[in-house]
């Protein structure tokens, strides 16, 4: 089946790293509306595969603020740190095919490399593409290749990356033996049958990795939106490393306004939320409904 002849499905995927923040509020809102002025189902999935960041209680705490200002997942919550045995099933599938290596690179290395060769920071230069010569492998990468890997944003546009030569073999299971956000966000998409990814714009360039993925796993690609960032007042983006505050929803109403005029929506004057989503939905529905 197309993409195309799929029931719409999006989501908001928070990491459990703090309370939910502003930024985190306009990429819920976000993904809410568009699910909404489609028809379609909105769930809620929280991304939990970093445990030395997580902090007791901000998923539940997440959720109760998200369910206050009227958002609640169409489909029961799922956490990441349930679904290893989904993540391991994907890296059998990928080790098959050839493209799994052990890379015995520490940070250090890496960056003394990459200078040498001149290489952006990002940018891994293949030290243990051809074997670790006998060093115990680390982390494990996925080989990439020669092509350009684009997709066409819902927001931004056209966007392409040659991975090989943009980012290098990338890390999909980590040093310290967690799972790397690639590989986990791509069999989560596909297995909960996301159909459109609605998320900030920090996350564009992240999109050829996953669609690199999901070819070789044999899944369909989203359709996706990357939405503008909410930034501070030094023009960085609001989270929890730039010590983003919690919002206060107290006053559920004003909040949902403030996201809404950061996206574009205007200030939709609603006196109830009620209101305020029957509104939000049409305006969202105008700019971005396809």
């Known amino acids: ?19 939910l923040h502003f930024g985190s509020l306009v990429c819920a809102l976000a993904s809410f509306l568009d699910a909404r002025a489609h028809n379609g189902t909105w769930l809620i999935r929280i991304e939990d595969i970093d445990p030395p960041r997580d902090v007791p209680g901000a998923d539940q705490a997440i959720l109760k603020t998200l369910a206050r200002l009227g958002m609640t997942s169409d489909v029961p919550v799922v956490w990441q740190s349930q679904r290893y045995a989904l993540y391991e099933e994907a890296l059998r599938r990928l080790s ?9 690179c520490s940070r250090k290395e890496i960056a003394a490399v990459q200078t040498e060769l001149g ?43 040659n991975l090989e030569r943009d980012v290098g073999d990338f890390v999909i299971k980590r040093a310290d033996g967690l799972w790397a ?19 900030g714009e920090d996350l564009l360039d992240n999109t050829p990795r996953q669609i690199f993925l999901q070819r070789k796993l044999g899944y369909p690609s989203p359709q996706y939106l ?28 004003e909040l949902l306004n403030a996201a809404a005029i950061h996206l574009g929506l205007g200030s939709l004057n609603a006196k109830t939320p009620q209101a305020f989503y029957a509104a939000a939905q049409e305006y969202w529905a105008e700019k971005y409904l396809y």
């Open 181 to 199: 956000y690639q590989l986990a966000v791509v069999v989560d998409d596909a297995e909960q049958g996301i159909t459109d990814v609605v998320r």
């Open 1 to 19: 089946m197309s993409l195309s002849q799929r029931a719409y499905c999006g989501r908001f995927a928070p990491s459990p790293t703090g309370p």
């Open 96 to 104: 098959q095919q050839g493209l799994v290596y052990g890379c015995a």
């Open 226 to 253: 990357h939405i503008a960032l909410a930034l501070d007042g030094h023009g960085q983006k609001l989270s929890k490393q730039t010590h983003a505050p919690a919002i206060d929803n107290e006053d559920p109403l």
């Open 119 to 161: 290489l952006p920071s990002h940018v891994y230069p293949g030290i243990c593409r051809n074997g670790t010569h006998g060093r115990p492998a680390r982390s494990l990468r996925i080989r990439t290749s020669d092509e350009v890997v684009g997709f066409t944003d819902r927001r931004c546009g056209s966007f392409s990356e």
